[in-house]
């Protein structure tokens, strides 16, 4: 199977889940299927999928392997997501100067 690319892995929910968890810092697969609550062998094989795409990284500690957040693709999601994120920002500021110029609701009492 051919390596999957970032925005690929991560429209999948649960390996953005695992990212949102990984956010917290380095952690052992255990607490990651723990806090996602599906199986041990679910959870690598998400890791698989991310660690071959290149957004998490992991080291063995003893018997354990630890995962955590490699930001560098992330960079390109980011940049790609960029003009999108103008495109809302304004519309947010259109929203706002409207609820700004609306007349205030009197007070019920």
Request: proline share 7%; net charge negative.
């Amino acid at each position: 199977m051919a390596t999957q690319n970032a925005f690929e892995v991560v429209a999948e929910p649960t390996r953005r889940r695992i990212l949102d968890l990984l956010l917290a810092g380095e952690q052992p697969v255990g607490d990651l299927v723990t806090d996602l609550a599906i199986s041990q062998p679910g959870v690598s094989r998400h890791l698989r999928v991310l660690r071959d795409a290149g957004l998490v990284t992991s080291r063995t500690d003893a018997q354990r392997r630890l995962y955590s957040i490699n930001p560098g693709p992330l960079a390109e999601l980011d940049a790609w997501l960029a003009p999108y994120r103008r495109l809302w920002a304004g519309r947010l500021d259109l929203l706002a100067a409207h609820l700004d110029d609306m007349p205030d609701e009197p007070d019920e009492g």
